[in-house]
């Protein structure tokens, strides 16, 4: 789940609004980054895509979510390294990766309606 916590600190978190809002951002960056599976990518799609990627690693970090923070943080830094041109074999990995590791975010606990 979230690293290393509490069981019940670990809920707290999940049932928080900051993890809801960090969930659906990631589902969105990740949805949005598909274009990560073209052939090329122009220098501003790569740092676009290197900020979303760069968002996700901080939330990760946060939430104690050391996989999904690493391997996000790695394909920022790819992205954006000189001389690398459009998309290649190991931003895909990456992105493939960071697709599996999302799919298993516990879902936010949501939070019974006040009375």
Do not use: N, W
């Amino acid at each position: 789940m979230l690293g290393k916590m509490t069981e019940d600190i670990e809920k707290k978190l999940l049932a928080g609004a900051a993890y809801s809002i960090f969930f659906e951002e990631v589902q969105r960056h990740i949805a949005s980054s598909k274009i990560l599976e073209r052939d090329a990518l122009t220098v501003e799609e790569r740092k676009e895509l290197s900020m979303r990627f760069h968002t996700i690693k901080g939330g990760a970090g946060f939430f104690k979510m050391k996989a999904l923070s690493e391997h996000a943080g790695k394909l920022e830094t790819l992205l954006m390294s000189p001389g690398t041109q459009g998309c290649f074999p190991e931003a895909r990995e990456l992105y493939k990766e960071i697709c599996e590791i999302a799919k298993s975010m516990p879902e936010p606990v949501k939070q019974a309606e006040p009375k």
